[in-house]
């Protein structure tokens, strides 16, 4: 009988001090949908940034969710780093499928950059029932 996978929340980053720290000490990728800042830290840890810009309320949420969800799949097996992401206005336009691969690319830089291997894993399909259309 297989149960099924226990998912494990990634450590949110709260306080504007730590999100200060990670945009002033850290190392940045940017691109027209993501800019995504890290941090060396002794544990791991997401910082999330969608503004109103982005969209209405359900559209930041959606972004929220796909983002969180990239991160816990992704960045759990890299421990001791701090990560903000910004979501860009041009991602709310985004369809699912494309946010999920844009902030993907936007990891994979940062990691090329930081000269560290994204542990991979495939994109889910449009059909999701938790990330509908």
């Known amino acids: 009988m297989n149960l099924p996978h226990k998912r494990r929340p990634i450590a949110s980053l709260r306080t504007d001090k730590a999100f200060r720290q990670v945009y002033q000490g850290g190392r940045h990728v940017a691109d027209p949908f993501f800019v995504v800042h890290a941090l060396a830290a002794e544990e791991t840890r997401l910082g999330l940034s969608v503004s109103k810009k982005v969209g ?15 991160c816990r799949l992704r960045l759990l097996a890299d421990v001791g ?9 041009a991602v709310g336009l985004l369809p699912y499928k494309e946010v999920y691969a844009q902030a993907e690319k936007a990891l994979t830089k940062l990691f090329n950059r930081l000269d560290k291997k994204l542990p991979r894993h495939s994109a889910p399909d449009t059909e999701s029932p938790e990330m509908p259309d």
Request: hydrophobic share 45%; glycine share 0%.
């Open 56 to 70: 209405n309320a359900v559209t930041r949420n959606k972004i929220r969710r796909i983002v969180k969800e990239i």
């Open 81 to 89: 780093m701090h990560y903000v992401i910004v979501a860009r206005p």
